[in-house]
């Protein structure tokens, strides 16, 4: 793969780190950032564009994956005069794992998105159950604790089934909450595992970026070995190649 892709991937790669680190960002910054990822998927134009970009992604990889497995055997048995081949092996891999590692990021970046919004929500609902069940239990309270009136044993009997009757709703709202609450946990847990992904992703990161600099590096020794092969005929037409393939 030409080289001219590889700065937009290594790119793309840092945009989507950073909006990764956004997400574990505090809930006043992570959350804005969350819902407008999820509104990606109901908005049909920011859909098409991430579809567009996730096959683009897919593409490039399927290509690179090809061009490592067609130099697999000549860098195997390469020599000085298929060093060209040598670094377009190179290359290749450093594309492959950039296509890769940017696909990942695009799909764990939504699912992310979409656990926080979630969560958020599931905590908003609990809240709000709180209120009822602490408003219910006052309401309980008082009813049980009102005293008898003039009719005597009919005003206490008629005090003791609505007591029951606000007792079994205090029971069903208590059994919501738990199940809110369920919810809440298995979202945090969503989260977490979420937020292990990404710093396992930001380690493998670093470990392209060293990658890169070694190809460089490698590039660079390689062209000077190609300088000092001293046969001015090959150095002219080993130039000419790589020229033409930087116009391609």
């Known amino acids: 793969m030409d080289t001219i892709f590889q700065l937009p991937l290594f790119t793309l790669v840092l945009l989507q780190l950073l909006l990764a680190l956004g997400l574990l960002a505090p809930k006043s910054i992570s959350l804005p ?17 991430v579809w567009t970009v996730t096959v683009v992604l897919a593409g490039l990889l399927v290509s690179s994956f090809l061009e490592l497995l067609r130099g697999f055997e000549r860098v195997k048995h390469a020599d ?13 891999q450093l594309s492959c794992a950039l296509c890769a590692f940017n696909l990942a990021l695009l799909f764990l970046s939504r699912a992310l998105g979409e656990a926080l919004v979630a969560w958020n929500h599931s905590n908003k609902n609990l809240e709000a159950m709180q209120r009822q069940v602490k408003g219910l239990q006052a309401e309980y309270q008082r009813v049980t604790e009102k005293p008898k009136g003039a009719e005597g044993e009919d005003t206490g009997a008629a005090g ?10 205090v029971d069903k709202l208590i059994g919501e909450k738990t199940k809110l609450q369920e919810a809440g ?57 790589v020229g033409g393939k930087k116009d391609d």
């Open 185 to 241: 946990e298995a979202a945090e847990k969503a989260k977490a595992a979420a937020e292990a992904s990404v710093t396992a992703m930001k380690s493998q990161l670093k470990g392209f970026d060293a990658e890169y600099d070694r190809v460089r590096e490698e590039n660079a020794f390689l062209k000077r070995k190609l300088a000092g092969h001293g046969d001015p005929q090959y150095l002219a037409e080993v130039q000419g190649n």
């Open 33 to 49: 950032i969350a819902q407008l990822l999820k509104k990606t998927k109901t908005n049909t134009a920011a859909n098409s564009v």
């Open 80 to 92: 000085v005069r298929e060093v060209v081949s040598t670094i377009d092996y190179l290359r290749a």
């Open 160 to 169: 003791d089934s609505e007591a029951d009757a606000l007792k079994k709703k």
